[in-house]
């Protein structure tokens, strides 16, 4: 059985646990089956061949996390070999509504809200908190063969990721 390895960060100066910890760098990152923005079922699988950028946000509703899928996205917009996938627990409803208001047409959103496992594997469902059941922001980078080249749980919910080393881990920057 494994060993859970739960961390800490801050939801606004309180502090906050994830469920597990990250996965590490040169591991092959969990494969997941999230709802797509038409509740289709997507994987891993369906990005092969590209590096992918997991941009793990709690909730489209607040503003850092669309400041994060926006610039995510727009870094990566002229790279056809990386891919941007913004993952949330928000219905495939809520997401659709924020590409079509933000203009982010060929982003991809994939929604946690039938699939609680992501949270597990990937170490960043939120436990022992009012937001539980939510995902902490953080970001997974991995390369064509799904092997983890970067990761960053970021210690204050309420603040950006570290952009510049994702993209730079990404080829993007």
Avoid: W
Avoid at 140 to 169: C, F, G, I, R, S
């Amino acid at each position: 059985m494994k060993e859970l390895k739960p961390q800490s960060f801050q939801i606004k100066g309180q502090p906050a646990f994830t469920f597990d910890a990250l996965p590490p760098v040169g591991a092959t990152a969990p494969d997941f089956c999230l709802a797509d923005r038409h509740f289709q079922n997507r994987t891993l699988a369906d990005f092969a061949g590209k590096k992918k950028i997991l941009n793990i946000v709690p909730s489209l509703d607040t503003p850092v996390c669309q400041l994060s899928a926006r610039r995510f996205n727009q870094e990566v917009s002229a790279l056809e070999q990386v891919v941007v996938i913004t993952i949330s627990a928000d219905l495939p409803f809520a997401q659709d509504r924020f590409c079509e208001a933000l203009r982010i047409p060929n982003g991809e959103f994939l929604s946690t809200f039938r699939s609680p496992e992501f949270g597990m594997d990937y170490g960043t469902l939120i436990v022992e908190h009012p937001m539980m059941g939510l995902q902490a922001r953080a970001v997974v980078v991995l390369n064509e063969e799904n092997e983890v080249l970067h990761v960053q749980l970021v210690p204050e919910l309420t603040q950006e990721p570290d952009y510049d080393a994702a993209l730079a881990k990404a080829g993007g920057a």
